[in-house]
């Protein structure tokens, strides 16, 4: 089926509601993908940070299919040995003491926002339901996440918004304290802002945050949907900053692919949700538990996180090079392999022509290049982007002094 005929199937039975590249990608296998008619890319979008261990990983795929032999689905009426294998290798491995599951990220939010509502609401504090969170964050498409999130944009059209919401300016602390007020339930932060261009705070702030959360008792509620699961070089990336989070939200890696979220949080906020307030029907089923724990494990695995680190930092000074030849790139910003170069021009045009050469990027919040690779990047596809970069940027006037 070549372009032509997808394009247009896909207008006739599709909602429209993606702006999608013209390429449909059709098998891969690591950080390599290929389309319909047989071109090679690398993948450095990696399902927006979803596709963890890259495509195809083989142990990834000998546990989905081995669970799918088994048992694809049960209730969550039953006990899930899965679903209780995951929960522990995620709790051994965090500050968390329980873990919920569910299906995506803005879900994991959901249950997150439910969290801090009810937690109020048994101490008989009705009014302490109101949610501070950043301008400029994304936490998601549901109507509590679309109040969450911090970019009037994604709510236009959608109101009346879901009330209990409000967002102060991201990493300064001046602006939280004046903030918070007797009816803040909780603070819901990402460590570094995704969608919104890889934007990234002070560790001093976050154990600011963390201080003001102990001393008016409000929870501090972190979205790891993006950073999570070993993107950044720690298991979670709140650990950089050497705080302890009351809940964190996961999904995109954390099955590798495979639909998952999972809220994790202490006792006291755990304890908020009893039988009757949350569930799920898919959150946790045997399958995409056995997909999380098979990624989870290798995540986990000795040396794993440190050769995200090594890569990241490899990745990291390649751009910083580049950001010394070429005045088009403003600043390079990130962690671990969450990556991006803020340009002095919108991005998508790049994004197009590095296409045409091979490799593939995401442009976020305009003029920012987003480089969201599987863990399992090689140096080498690493030196291939940047070539690949190089040659885009300097295409589009990079050389050229801007200001
Ligand atoms: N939170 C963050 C930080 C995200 O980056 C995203 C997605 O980009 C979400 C929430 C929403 O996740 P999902 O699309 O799985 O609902």
Redesign the pocket.
Known sequence: MDSKDFVALNAEYVFNTYGRTPIMLVEGSGCVVRDSEGREYLDFIGG?AACSLGHAYPKLVQAIAEQAGKLIHVSNIFYIQPQIEIARLLVENTFADKAFFCN????A?EGAIKIARKYFHDQGAHDRYHIITMENS????TMATLAATGQTKYRKGFEPEVQGFSQVKFGVIGALEKAVDARTAAIFV?PIQ??GGVRMAAPEYFQAVRNLCDKTGCLLMM?E??TGMGRTGKFLAHEHFGIIPDVVTL??GIAGGVPM?AVLAVDKAAGALVPGTHASTFGGNPLCSAAAVAVTSEILSDGFLDSVVEKGQYLRSRLEDLAAKLPIIKEVRGMGLMQAVDLRKPGSDITVSMRDHGVLVNCTSDTVLRFLPPLVVTKDEIDKLIDVLDFALTKAGGAEHEN
Do not use: C, I, T, Y
């Not at 995506?104 to 879900?107: C, N, P, R, T």
């Not at 994304?138 to 498409?141: A, E, I, K, L, M």
């Open positions: 927006l995506s990220g803005a879900e939010n994304f936490h998601g498409r990402e995704g969608e979205d949907v993006q999904a995109k979220g």
